[in-house]
């Protein structure tokens, strides 16, 4: 391949992009997807195309042997092998994915110390620059120890990377300054490796045991303060409602703006794992009563049914991704729903959450083609109904322990405060409060600045995944881990009859799209 680089506009923002010298299929796809943003010029040179510039005469400079018109931001280093000597060629340094030990991916033994301790999978963009080594961002998936990871969800999560620096290079002309990066040595010792993959086949074997066991039962809570004030309590003093009942149970709450005893929450079958919307009516002493069934016009598992009003009309978009739509819903003045926009189309989303910022209306939602709790997709529009525009920075975040939405996004004097689930080890562990500090069409950012644990709830200590503001008070739900005889028993008569190929007595759980 030649060395011979050729000349660009000088306008544009120009990035090398080093591949292997027989490109693995994770490389080839990353090339694709930053040739997709159109962030960038980009020249695609091989490893040893690269190295043989090192071998010019030492009187040559490094910068004469790159004929360029003009100057180069970055040097993407997918290979692992270039030297970080390079960096002094490219505004922005040398730019690496890689674990926490340095590997990049595809390397024997990548992230296997996140994988199998639990934690799931970690991919760091690094910057070697002449003054050092520096953190740029960090993508973190989800994924149970034992559990195959495919190479194409890592050059996702290291295209995501790679887009959203350089979008921020363009939006506010440079990164901002991160931590030094110092990565361990890479090589790990085989007794090391034997002790970890053992870890992770114990965790493996305890979370299939435990799902089968036990039952996720959620309750709906009401918190009697103002939700900025929650946001800061870090634990809530929740007055749990209702009780747990043997065959379903109510999540995903959300208060009626305007109406102070009318809740709209999902009741999840416990034995189809099958959700739908119902409305919950409070009494003078806050005991809850179902309202019945709220018809949304949408088939299948339903859940998440986001509230809001705009210029004084009801609306509501709600978890609809079995059916693989996401539908804004007005309601009329009978008090029934009306289908008004398909904001979202042949897209598995899941919590899909709207909001007003900067003269735009934005649409937050996770893509369960890409991960089911820690990727952040975000649309916007001028009008409430269309046309909406995907985002080019698409997928905005990958965290698992802020990605998922969680309920609703409020003000803070100057601050635009964003909810979201913490789901590192588990589903709906706990909320995360995400500063947005960048929402624009062509940029977005955001940074985890507090955690509410449900830690100390005796009630319900297991979990936190929902949690939107009702006027002056808090609606949130909560769970519990526990044994449920019906429910086991229902499960090991449809294992049983899936075996013997009998029917089973129920439809096929639709839930797993969403939640597992």
């Not at 595809?106 to 963009?125: C, K, M, N, S, V």
């Not at 969800?153 to 290291?158: D, E, F, K, T």
């Not at 870890?199 to 435990?210: P, V």
């Not at 809740?263 to 809850?288: M, S």
Request: aromatic share 8%.
């Amino acid at each position: 391949m030649s060395c011979q680089l050729p000349e660009t506009d000088a306008r544009e923002s120009l990035v090398i992009v080093v591949t292997s010298d027989e490109p693995a299929g994770w490389e080839r796809s990353v090339l694709q997807r930053l040739q997709a943003s159109g962030t960038c010029r980009l020249i695609v040179r091989a490893l040893a195309a690269m190295k043989a510039l090192d071998d010019v005469p030492a009187a040559i400079d490094g910068a004469d042997a790159l004929p360029l018109c003009a100057p180069v931001t970055t040097i993407v280093d997918l290979s692992g092998g270039l030297g970080t000597g390079w960096s002094r060629y490219a505004g922005e340094g040398v730019w690496r994915l890689c674990d926490g030990r340095g590997l990049p991916p595809g390397a024997p033994h990548h992230g296997l110390e996140t994988h199998a301790g639990g934690d799931g999978i970690r991919l760091h963009l690094v910057a070697w620059k002449p003054s050092g080594a520096f953190l740029v961002d960090t993508a973190s998936g989800y994924a149970e120890p034992c559990e195959t990871i495919p190479v194409e969800r890592l050059a996702v999560m290291g295209a995501s990377l790679l887009v959203s620096a350089l979008r921020e290079i363009r939006a506010l002309g440079g990164l901002a300054r991160h931590e030094a990066w110092a990565d361990r040595e890479g090589r790990i010792p085989a007794w090391q490796r034997l002790l970890w993959r053992v870890r992770a086949a114990g965790s493996h074997a305890a979370i299939q045991l435990r799902g089968f066991l036990l039952v996720e039962q959620w309750m709906v809570g009401i918190v009697d303060m103002a939700f900025t004030e929650g946001l800061r309590a870090r634990q809530l003093p929740v007055r749990w409602i209702g009780e747990r009942m043997p065959w379903h149970c109510w999540a995903d709450p959300f208060g009626v703006p305007g109406s102070p005893d009318e809740i709209y929450c999902e009741e999840l079958d416990l034995q189809q794992n099958l959700g739908r919307i119902i409305r919950l009516k409070l009494d003078a002493q806050g005991v809850p009563a179902c309202g019945g069934q709220v018809d949304l016009g949408l088939p299948g598992h339903l859940s998440f049914p986001y509230l809001f009003r705009h210029d004084g009309v009801l609306y509501c978009v709600a978890e609809s991704s079995q059916s693989r739509r996401c539908v804004l819903n007005r309601q009329d003045d009978a008090g029934g729903w009306q289908q008004v926009a398909v904001l979202l189309e042949d897209i598995a989303a899941v919590d899909p959450t709207i909001f007003e910022h900067d003269g735009y209306f934005w649409l937050i939602y996770t893509d369960v083609s890409m991960g089911q709790f820690d990727n952040v997709c975000l649309c916007y529009a001028r009008d409430l109904l269309g046309p909406w525009q995907p985002h080019p920075q698409n997928p905005v975040k990958f965290d698992h322990g802020s990605a998922r939405a969680a309920g609703s996004v409020v003000r803070d004097g100057n601050r635009l405060l964003r909810v979201a689930q913490v789901c590192r080890s588990s589903y709906g562990q706990a909320i995360a409060v995400n500063h947005i500090v960048h929402c624009t069409p062509e940029f977005y950012r955001e940074e985890t600045v507090g955690i509410v644990s449900p830690q100390g709830d005796h009630i319900n200590p297991d979990g936190l995944h929902t949690m939107s503001d009702w006027g002056g008070r808090i609606v949130v739900d909560g769970k519990r881990h526990l044994f449920n005889g019906r429910v086991l028993w229902h499960r090991i008569v449809s294992r049983l009859a899936r075996a013997l190929r009998l029917p089973a007595p129920t439809r096929t759980p639709s839930r797993a799209a969403s939640r597992r």
